[in-house]
């Protein structure tokens, strides 16, 4: 057993070698090939089992205002990415919307890719801390699989996103995602207040999370399912596919129990 745990061990180290973006090797969290499966194996077993027991017989900690200044600093940084990758593709003539290549050349353009698609992937670790607070606030039923998974997922995509396709066709899924947190993130610092604007805000957000999926669908979909070639992986294009169908088919099923089935207190 611990001979084909090995093998598999230096099988990995060796695949991860071989075939990653060398350019970020030197980056904080992709300097090492198992800090990224390490941390998010943690963050699960916190959430899941250590942290649940560990409040279970403590009162919940009051984190308000940890928490609006947690949720300003998310609105700040996904807003300035969300005007960073937008400036991008304004200026960006050639970038095709249909299928656009990894740019892997030691340009500042090619730079300019791979260090705002790490930044992208720091902005989802960060995000893990959601769960957190949820957690010693012992709010564990918004600890759901829908937020576990969508939390633990996004950070193993941009992860491995960024040792293997540092910009191209996903920056696309860098402006929705952005532009999305930054309003989701704005109506949970009002929320803290009691805010009747919060309240009335959840269900829009809630529908842009839909037409974004809706949009990447399309945006993954057609290559992957056309076969397009212009040098972006097919495989990435079917990986962004088959998780953005999984989350439209997700979100889809809270918005139609949380606001088709039930009457609508707020519109």
């Not at 941390?39 to 899941?48: A, D, E, K, P, Q």
């Not at 997922?153 to 402006?175: A, D, E, K, Q, R």
């Not at 809706?214 to 290559?223: D, I, M, S």
């Amino acid at each position: 057993m611990a001979y084909v745990l090995q093998k598999w061990i230096d099988g990995y180290n060796g695949f991860l070698q071989d075939h990653r973006d060398n350019r970020s090797a030197d980056l904080p969290l992709l300097n090492n090939n198992w800090q990224i499966p390490l941390i998010v194996g943690t963050y699960l077993l916190i959430v899941l089992r250590i942290g649940p027991r560990m409040m279970a017989n403590r009162k919940p900690f009051e984190l308000k205002g940890v928490i609006r200044v947690y949720n300003l600093l998310q609105v700040a940084i996904n807003w300035i990415l969300f005007m960073v990758i937008s400036y991008i593709l304004l200026n960006r003539p050639d970038f095709s919307y249909k299928c656009q290549p990894v740019d892997f050349s030691e340009t500042t353009q090619g730079y300019q890719e791979m260090f705002v698609a790490y930044a992208y992937f720091v902005l989802k670790v960060l995000d893990l801390a959601d769960t957190l607070l949820f957690v010693l606030r012992k709010k564990q039923s918004q600890v759901s699989f829908l937020h576990v998974y969508h939390h633990s997922m996004m950070v193993l995509v941009s992860y491995y996103g960024v040792l293997f396709t540092p910009g191209g066709h996903n920056f696309i899924l860098g402006v929705w995602n952005t532009l999305g947190h930054s309003g989701i993130y704005l109506y949970y610092f009002f929320a803290t207040f009691n805010s009747p604007l919060a309240a009335r805000c959840k269900i829009h957000l809630t529908r842009l999370q839909l037409v974004q999926f809706v949009y990447l669908t399309v945006h993954f979909g057609r290559p992957a399912l056309t076969g397009v070639q212009c040098g972006f992986p097919q495989l990435w294009h079917w990986i962004g596919l088959v998780q953005t169908v999984f989350f439209l088919g997700m979100f889809l099923d809270f918005y139609i129990k949380s606001y088709v089935k039930k009457p609508q207190k707020v519109e």
